[in-house]
């Protein structure tokens, strides 16, 4: 039980991504072929687009695991590693409740939406909603993970900076 936990804290969002890419290709490729072949498929469109839309949301998710979103440091830079530190553990703790409201609007909305169903797929506009909230909670878990594995204990030993001086 403990080796499938720690394979999926290390790779559920790429192993999701990578399924999505593959069906996503999949499904393009057959939308090629059947529009060559002079018989097209009306769905391919609408499935291929559903397989990007949720691959970006645990894109997200991934992109927080491993802090490579876009940041501004300047001011950061200027001011010192134990700044820096404190600056990143500030902008975790904005970005935590930001996915918490993120979460709570998104379930919300899935509720709204799942009345009604895809054009082509007839599937439930809820469960394709469902990625928004989803992504919300593995982001929070992903940014909670960072601020109290790395963030936090960079800041107490004086910023990342100390570490590598």
């Not at 894109?59 to 440091?73: A, C, E, N, P």
């Amino acid at each position: 039980m403990k080796k499938a936990i720690k394979f999926l804290d290390m790779h559920f969002e790429r192993v999701c991504m990578g399924i999505l890419l593959v069906i996503m290709f999949v499904v393009v490729l057959l939308g090629i072929i059947t529009r060559l072949v002079g018989s097209p498929i009306s769905w391919t469109e609408e499935a291929s687009r559903l397989c990007f839309v949720w691959m970006v949301f645990f894109g997200l998710s991934f992109g927080t695991k491993y802090d490579k979103h876009i940041r501004v440091t300047i001011l950061p830079d200027r001011f010192g590693p134990k700044f820096a530190s404190a600056v990143t553990i500030f902008w975790d703790v904005i970005t935590i409740a930001v996915f918490i409201w993120i979460g709570f609007y998104g379930f919300r909305y899935v509720a709204y939406s799942s009345a009604s169903t895809t054009f082509a797929l007839q599937i439930n506009k809820g469960i394709v909603a469902f990625v928004i909230p989803l992504s919300a909670c593995l982001n929070v878990v992903r940014c909670l993970q960072k601020m109290l594995t790395e963030h936090i204990p960079e800041f107490k030993v004086g910023g990342k900076r100390a570490e590598e001086g």
